[in-house]
């Protein structure tokens, strides 16, 4: 059963969504999606490793400046425009990373197949750097005055070894002036994601004294040592509550075919709802590994030196949950029962993790429209349902930051 504060909240959307301002920008956001998909193309194009996001934020820095906000790239590389409220103490922080899984050399260039639009990246994150954009413009067509600031920010190091520490910066400057933080990450606007998984990223190298493959064989070798890490540790069960993965992600090592490597090496990603569970799961995989090296070095030939073995921390990512009850949850859901759609709460690791854990109020919610294949060479995104995507977030900003006459 609907509460009485829940129609509340539901006519005080649909009164924000008639007034004169805020009806502008929506009408704006209906008649430019395909300009807003038009900027996707243009950011995707740019390819964007991470810890090499710099001409793409350039790029985000031009277009966010083109919509009348001042914009800069701070120390860490995050752009960032401010949109002033009256109260300058409270702030709204929407946030898209700039970085893809994709090294530099990833042919970006996107091709159309229809409704869809393919080129890795272009959803994770393109969906979401063109959602910010448009955005921006559809607050500055509106003329709307919020009494909360709206910050809007383009972050570096969301993906892969980044560590999450473009969102680590903007909390830390922002700290406790943050009313509310949205991340903007990929398309979909069937899920809300109001729990941070925990995660830990580590490297491990087993190196030895290698040598040929024919005068030298019987010396241990760091690649068999790995394999047989590798193995050990994936027969340990990962449980299903709380849910728990792992992911043997990168494997490098050795020289040529008939060489005895010196070095192997592999990085692990490691995740479940619980940190507790990731700290047994990086315990499993520190015995797998003593055990790989042991059980090679004793098959060596005699008198040869022993393998050795080391564990680098590549990344820790906290956990943190949205209570169920937050105002934060209750305006979006109000949103989506006016727009009349439908989404689910999940968990998974984005920029989110960042201010849930500090216990500030954060979600992480995709800009509108479709998209697949994320962190394969096969993405693509469909811009079909854009609209919706982008009116839902306009409202919810609007609607956190408040209004005044």
């Excluded at 999940?346 to 201010?355: H, M, Y």
Aim: charged share 20%; proline share 5%.
């Amino acid at each position: 059963m609907v509460t009485l504060s829940a129609r509340a909240a539901d006519d005080s959307i649909e009164k924000l969504a008639v007034a004169p301002d805020c009806a502008r920008g929506l009408d704006w956001i209906g008649k430019n999606a395909d300009w807003i998909t038009q900027q996707q193309i243009q950011l995707t194009e740019i390819p964007a490793p991470e810890f090499s996001e710099g001409q793409r934020a350039e790029f985000v820095k031009k277009l966010l400046e083109s919509t009348g906000l001042k914009a800069r790239i701070d120390k860490t590389g995050n752009v960032i425009a401010e949109r002033p409220g009256s109260d300058s103490k409270s702030v709204i922080l929407l946030a898209a990373h700039l970085d893809t899984v994709f090294p530099a050399s990833t042919d970006v260039k996107v091709k159309h197949e229809g409704n869809r639009l393919n080129a890795p990246g272009i959803a994770d994150n393109g969906a979401g750097l063109a959602a910010l954009v448009g955005l921006a413009r559809a607050l500055s067509e509106s003329r709307i005055r919020t009494t909360k600031t709206i910050v809007l920010a383009a972050d570096v190091g969301e993906e892969g070894e980044g560590n999450l520490r473009g969102i680590r910066a903007l909390v830390e400057d922002y700290g406790q002036r943050l009313a509310a933080v949205i991340a903007i990450d990929g398309a979909s606007m069937e899920h809300v994601t109001t729990q941070g998984i925990a995660s830990q990223r580590v490297e491990v190298e087993i190196v030895g004294p290698g040598g040929h493959s024919w005068s030298d064989f019987g010396a241990p070798n760091p690649i068999t040592a790995l394999a047989r890490a590798i193995v050990k540790f994936s027969a340990v069960p990962v449980p299903e509550s709380p849910r728990s993965s792992y992911n043997f992600g990168v494997i490098e090592g050795g020289t040529s075919v008939n060489s005895i490597p010196t070095s192997a090496s592999v990085k692990v990603d490691l995740r479940s709802e619980q940190e507790s569970q990731v700290r047994l799961m990086e315990s499993a995989l520190k015995e797998a590994v003593q055990s790989g090296v042991r059980e090679e070095n004793a098959f060596a030939r005699a008198n040869s030196d022993p393998l050795k073995a080391t564990l680098r921390s590549l990344g820790v990512r906290p956990s943190g949950k949205l209570p169920d009850n937050s105002p934060l949850l209750d305006t979006i859901r109000s949103v989506d029962t006016f727009l009349g759609s439908r989404s689910r709460l999940e968990s998974s690791s984005t920029d989110a993790n960042i201010p849930l854990s500090l216990g500030i109020p954060a979600v992480s919610i995709g800009g509108g429209g479709k998209g697949g294949g994320s962190h394969t060479p096969a993405e693509w995104y469909d811009a079909t349902g854009r609209e919706a995507g982008l009116k839902r977030l306009f409202l919810i900003t609007v609607a956190l930051a408040g209004t005044q006459p």
